[in-house]
C-alpha cells in the first residue's frame, strides 16, 4: 500500500508536516472539535427556536443583511442578529421576554461587532464605535 502523503499543520505559517490532516504535536491544543458554548443546551432549549429563526431572518431582510453596529473591525456582512438593550440589561428594567424580541429591539450584526458589543456589555471589553 502507498503510504498517504504528509499535510502541513492547520496552525497558519506553522509548516510541520504531519501524518493526517490537522495540527502538529506544538499546536494540539489548537484542535477543539465540536464544542458548546452554553454547555450541552441546544439552541431551542436556550429560547431560540423556529420563531427566534423567523425572527432572525426577518430582522437580517430588514437591514439588508448589513451589520448596524458599525463598530471598529467590521465586515459590514451582517450574519447574527443582536438585543439592542441585552437581554440581562431588560431582564434588570423589568421587560417580559416579548418586549426584548421585538423587531425594534433587534438590528443585524457582523459577528466581530457583535462579540465586541456583547463582551462589553459584560464588562469585559470596550466597545469602539468609530462611525457614532
Not at 502507498?2 to 504531519?18: E, F, I, Q, S
Not at 421585538?102 to 466581530?112: D, M, R, V, Y
Amino acid at each position: 500500500m502507498v503510504a498517504r502523503p504528509k499535510t502541513v499543520c492547520r496552525k497558519v505559517a506553522c509548516g510541520a508536516l504531519v501524518n493526517a490532516p490537522g495540527y502538529c504535536a506544538k499546536h494540539q491544543q489548537l484542535k477543539t472539535g465540536w464544542n458548546r458554548s452554553h454547555g450541552d443546551l441546544t439552541s431551542a432549549q436556550r429560547g431560540y427556536g423556529y420563531q427566534w429563526q423567523q425572527l432572525r431572518t426577518r430582522v437580517l431582510r430588514r437591514d439588508a443583511g448589513l451589520c448596524k453596529i458599525r463598530g471598529k473591525g467590521c465586515t459590514y456582512v451582517a450574519r447574527e442578529v443582536d438585543h439592542i438593550v441585552s437581554k440581562a440589561q431588560a431582564r434588570e428594567l423589568g421587560w417580559t421576554e416579548a418586549q426584548m424580541d421585538e423587531e425594534s429591539n433587534l438590528q443585524a450584526a457582523c459577528p466581530a461587532c457583535h462579540r465586541a458589543k456583547t463582551a462589553a456589555e459584560k464588562g469585559r471589553g470596550s466597545l469602539n464605535l468609530g462611525h457614532f
